[in-house]
């Protein structure tokens, strides 16, 4: 069984795809500060597992999650065999979240996302992973539902305080909500929304997250035009004060855990991102 994540985590691009050396520094700093987890992407695939291994040799305390482990391009029987073959003490520190990703980034592949999902747990519980270490990204309702009924809770990305309600709503009491939340320390509003934007550029067509911000109450011409209103929505931005307050609204919205995402502008540069979460311990942990 995954250990508790804490209160707070780092997500990170750069923690997966920068300067190997520098992440393995980085890591340690975030474990030594007192991060609860951290969460590495994985929807491009390659060698996700071997990424883990490295982060958790870097770390002693805090679990390496996946936000998310593409279930179209890792088959669940090697994923079971990686996980069944680390030490108990590394087990317990790894959390997997897993996504359907998209239908144009899978190409021919693509079936019915959601039995798609059911049945790729069943393949990890049939292979001796089992159900509680891991986690959906999960924005539906029926995604919501399957993270219940078959995994330790949800990880949901580019999401508002409103969407952590529904999903605690969705899976009661005593299944982990973990959000992810992009921060920009910046405070200049025309700068700080132009970092937002950037970094949502990427997703803003992708069918998932448009259904998502719809049920939300975002009009097409808000997801179109990326409004300030749903940048100000899905980011949190200006002082410290605002981002710590953004971050309230997700734990007094059910949350469990919330990572945090901070958004520079400097590519996969770590040390960038590190000034950041050094400013993120300072004020939250």
Same mark, same amino acid.
Request: with cysteine.
């Given at each position: 069984?995954?250990?508790?994540?804490?209160?707070?985590? =780092?997500?990170?691009?750069?923690?997966?795809?920068?300067?190997?050396?520098?992440?393995? +520094?980085?890591?340690?700093?975030?474990?030594?500060?007192?991060?609860?987890? !951290?969460?590495?992407?994985?929807? /491009?695939? &390659?060698?996700?597992?071997?990424?883990?291994?490295?982060?958790?040799?870097?770390?002693?305390? @805090? /679990?390496?999650?996946?936000?998310?482990?593409?279930?179209?391009?890792?088959? #669940?029987?090697?994923?079971? $065999?990686?996980?069944?073959?680390? #030490?108990?003490? $590394?087990?317990?520190?790894?959390?997997? &979240?897993?996504?359907?990703?998209?239908?144009?980034?899978?190409?021919?592949?693509?079936?019915?996302? *959601?039995?798609? @999902?059911?049945?790729? %747990?069943?393949?990890?519980?049939?292979?001796?992973? #089992?159900?509680?270490?891991?986690? *959906?990204?999960? %924005?539906?309702?029926? @995604?919501?539902?399957?993270?219940?009924?078959?995994?330790?809770?949800?990880?949901?990305?580019?999401?508002?305080?409103?969407?952590?309600?529904?999903?605690?709503?969705?899976?009661?009491?005593?299944?982990?909500?973990?959000? +992810?939340? &992009? /921060?920009?320390?910046?405070?200049?509003?025309?700068?700080?929304?132009?970092?937002? $934007?950037?970094? *949502?550029?990427?997703?803003?067509?992708?069918?998932?997250?448009?259904?998502?911000?719809?049920?939300?109450?975002?009009?097409?011409?808000?997801?179109?035009? =990326?409004?300030?209103?749903?940048?100000?929505? *899905?980011?949190?931005?200006?002082? @410290?004060?605002?981002?710590?307050?953004?971050?309230?609204?997700?734990?007094?919205?059910?949350?469990?855990? /919330?990572?945090?995402?901070?958004?520079? &502008?400097?590519?996969?540069?770590?040390?960038?991102?590190?000034?950041?979460?050094?400013?993120?311990?300072?004020?939250? !942990?």
């Amino acid at each position: 069984m995954t250990k508790p994540l804490g209160r707070i985590g =780092v997500w990170s691009l750069e923690m997966r795809f920068g300067d190997k050396e520098q992440a393995a +520094e980085a890591a340690a700093e975030l474990d030594e500060l007192g991060f609860g987890a !951290l969460w590495v992407p994985g929807g /491009v695939g &390659g060698d996700v597992t071997g990424d883990l291994d490295h982060l958790l040799g870097a770390t002693s305390r @805090m /679990v390496i999650a996946t936000g998310i482990l593409n279930i179209w391009k890792h088959d #669940p029987a090697e994923v079971a $065999r990686w996980w069944l073959a680390l #030490p108990q003490d $590394r087990q317990e520190r790894v959390l997997l &979240g897993l996504g359907v990703s998209h239908p144009h980034a899978i190409g021919d592949a693509w079936q019915k996302p *959601l039995a798609k @999902m059911a049945d790729y %747990l069943s393949q990890l519980a049939d292979s001796g992973l #089992p159900g509680d270490a891991t986690c *959906l990204a999960a %924005l539906g309702p029926k @995604m919501l539902h399957l993270a219940r009924e078959r995994t330790s809770g949800v990880h949901p990305y580019l999401v508002t305080p409103e969407h952590t309600a529904l999903a605690r709503q969705a899976l009661g009491p005593d299944r982990l909500v973990a959000p +992810e939340q &992009g /921060v920009v320390l910046e405070t200049e509003p025309q700068r700080a929304r132009e970092l937002a $934007r950037k970094a *949502l550029s990427q997703y803003q067509s992708y069918p998932n997250y448009i259904n998502s911000w719809k049920r939300l109450g975002f009009s097409d011409e808000e997801i179109a035009t =990326v409004s300030d209103r749903l940048v100000d929505s *899905l980011f949190a931005w200006g002082p @410290m004060e605002r981002i710590e307050g953004r971050i309230g609204e997700h734990f007094a919205a059910g949350a469990d855990h /919330v990572c945090v995402q901070v958004i520079t &502008g400097a590519g996969l540069d770590i040390a960038a991102a590190r000034e950041g979460w050094r400013a993120i311990a300072k004020a939250l !942990l």
